[in-house]
């Protein structure tokens, strides 16, 4: 069990540390926000990272990635949390990427994972249809028309969703919502007939969409994997969603405590530094605890991700439930311990506690892995 | 390699000769464990084969070495050792505070003479040791003892009261915390002594705990003579090798086990399953979160020893790993209690084992204060770690 990083795995913890620290740090992120940048994210950044290899980190070398697999993809993935760093890395580097590998045919791959490794495609997946992650239930039809299929539905949650040049959709081909079987997964071009999109503004200020599907016509050929069989391919999907996630959080998490107890460090009240109150420094000392356990977690669901992605469902659902609670918890105690100043824009440690809400939620919060979790041990 | 596979092999055959098949079957709880000592009443003939059969091997302290009575086995000797002898779920031969906490400190602080003397009966399982290290006025302020210990010369006379002392009324010798300078600063006037407790003037009283049992002694001393070459390490320094063996002990609290089965296999086991499920939702809601945190837990604290082999020491993380073990051991146990119900609140008879479960379920709500409470290694770890200021 590799939990200790190698050498090479150092090196690339380093270089992203000072990459993102230097091209990303959490002004660029006020920058999209306060500006209302139109793509909500930092084109250049995602120039760069294609530049560095990040974006084709899962991408095998034949199709122009670097091919280095979880591990490296989560230490990248550590450092945009801990930078809250607003760049389409998980919608294409890990979703698009992994659906295409798992899911894509001969063509679909050659035609996509090189544009996805040059930073020239970004792409989005078009999956949640409800307040709360839940793939089964996915309700969105695709009859057989013509040569092809007809898309009717809605979707919400589409990470990067107004700005992709191709999206992923999770439709129900056949069966009936509550059935990971007839789930079909197709490659849409948003500029298709039928097809509307609106950009959500959300509380981290990071992308998000929610897409009308009004009769999109498809053909045959945009079907990625097979007919009816998509929730294989779609569970490689989400456990890499929830993988990398829970390497952003441990990020974001980890960030939000140095600014905190560097905060309390400093801070003076009644004549001393608040840091040396019992009731700050135990929950300080708890949270330290809480931490290292989450980097265990998050070091073994990325070791299982490279092991076998099939097996290690379970260990990435402990990880994604581990980083929901303690990264919320390094968010909440983040602002009360910074006090007033916590609840103010100036700081950054309510763009924290925002994005680490958001984040959570993603491919299932902490209570539906722990239920998860439950129903994979048997109990 | 193939060195290893040949030694697996001797390991082996070994064993299949010299481990009786009683010792095959896993401890039922602590008071199945073995303790050895002058006056050990073993509670098998086969427990006594065993220990004495690994105690001359070395094998109850494998990477000891050979010649303080050790087996002088290199670390992948070690490993093939154990998961031979968990192969055949071999019992552990010999539980022993010497092996845990005085031998790794006689192997740092000690002299020759003292290693040769102690450390091979201890290997042997022939003397039982106990710690004296809290007082009534020095528990979480262990620095704050005041044991009396007096320089007379050719030997010292020790004065004073242990409490918490584990086993002192069974042991045979105490490693023990002594004030011989009691003008100095706190940390500055301690020394660590050994003596035997058959010495005239020592007497142990055992202390019932909540749990019925009695682990733990108040131990007093009067007039006690200890011989000058019984001082370990230099004198006035002690607490340098308290703080090591502190750290020893946290680590060993943070890991206690007790029955190491999945929580849900335990719960399962006792409430059964209803479709596939435990009917609670509350509690397996409860059961979940905990395995989470086992499993989360369990991984750093490999990742910790892996790191503290690698180079950097485990510092004041052995502070986090015995705050949190101990915290989730309390929490495990809760939640066995509450399965059990009504069940486990039985304290006699058969059914329960004599109340087995909710005697040890007592019982793990010591370690959240022994070695330290759980306050203190917050403390620690927001002063060593955090480097919070002080108050």
Known sequence: MAMLLNEDEKMLAETAEGFFADKSPVKQLRTLRDNRDDTGYDKGLWQEMADMGFTGVLIDEEHGGVDMGFMAAGLIAEQMGKNLTASPFLSTGILAATALKQGGSKEQKAEWLPKIASGETIMALALEESRKHNPKATNMSAERSGNGFKLSGQKGMVIDGHVADQMIVVARTSGEAGEMDGLTLFLVDPRTNGVSVERTQMVDSRNSARIDFDDVEVNADAVLGEVDKGGEVLGAIVNAGRAAVAAELLGSGGEAFRQTTDYIRERKQFGVNVGSFQALQHRSAHLYSELENARSAVLMALTAMDTDAKSAELPVAMAKAKLGQVAKLAGLEGVQMHGGVGMTDEYDIGLYLKRIRVAQELFGDANYQMEQIATMKGY | ?391
């Not at chain 2, 290290?133 to 020095?138: D, L």
């Open chain 2, 1 to 391: 390699m193939s060195d290893l596979k040949e030694f697996r092999e001797q390991v082996r055959a070994w064993l299949e000769e010299n481990c009786p098949a009683e010792m095959r079957i896993p401890m039922k709880g602590f008071d199945d464990a073995c303790w050895g000592g002058r006056n050990y009443e073993f509670a098998s003939q086969a427990q006594e084969d065993w220990m004495r059969a690994m105690g001359a091997k070395g094998w109850t302290v494998p990477t000891w070495p050979k010649e303080y009575g050790g087996g002088g086995l290199s670390k992948e000797e070690a490993k093939v050792l154990k998961s031979e002898m968990k192969r055949i779920k071999a019992r552990s031969p010999l539980s022993s505070f010497g092996i845990w906490m005085l031998g790794p400190a006689l192997l740092k602080f000690g002299n020759e003479e003292q290693k040769k003397k102690f450390l091979p009966p201890i290997a042997r399982g022939e003397i039982r040791w106990c710690q004296g290290y809290s007082e009534p006025g020095a528990g979480s302020d262990l620095a704050a003892l005041a044991t009396k210990c007096e320089d007379k010369g050719d030997h010292y006379l020790v004065n004073g009261q242990k409490v918490w002392t584990s086993y002192a009324d069974q042991a045979d010798w105490i490693f023990c915390l002594v004030r011989t300078d009691p003008k100095a600063k706190k940390h500055e006037g301690i020394s660590f002594v050994l003596f035997d407790m058959e010495t005239p003037g020592v007497e142990a009283k055992p202390i019932k705990l909540i749990s019925g049992k009695s682990p733990f002694c108040e131990t007093f001393f009067e007039d006690v003579r200890v011989e000058k070459k019984n001082l370990v390490g230099e004198k006035n320094k002690g607490w340098t090798i308290a703080k090591y063996l502190l750290t020893h002990e946290r680590e060993m609290i943070g890991g206690m086990g007790g029955d190491m089965r999945p929580l849900s296999e335990i719960v399962a086991g006792t409430v059964g399953l209803e479709d596939g499920k435990l009917a609670d939702p509350m509690l397996r809601a409860k059961v979940a979160q905990t395995e989470v945190d086992e499993w989360a837990y369990m991984l750093t604290l490999n990742r910790k020893l892996a790191e503290a082999k690698a180079g950097a020491s485990l510092g004041a993380d052995s502070s986090m790993l015995k705050y949190y073990g101990t915290e989730l051991n309390k929490r495990r146990f809760e939640l066995m209690m509450d399965a059990a119900g009504h069940d486990g609140l039985e304290w006699e008879g058969e059914r329960s084992n004599d109340g087995d479960l909710a005697r040890m379920w007592l019982r793990t709500k010591g370690n959240s204060i022994e070695g330290g409470t759980t306050e203190i290694q917050l403390n620690i770890i927001s002063k060593r770690i955090l480097e919070l200021p002080g108050a």
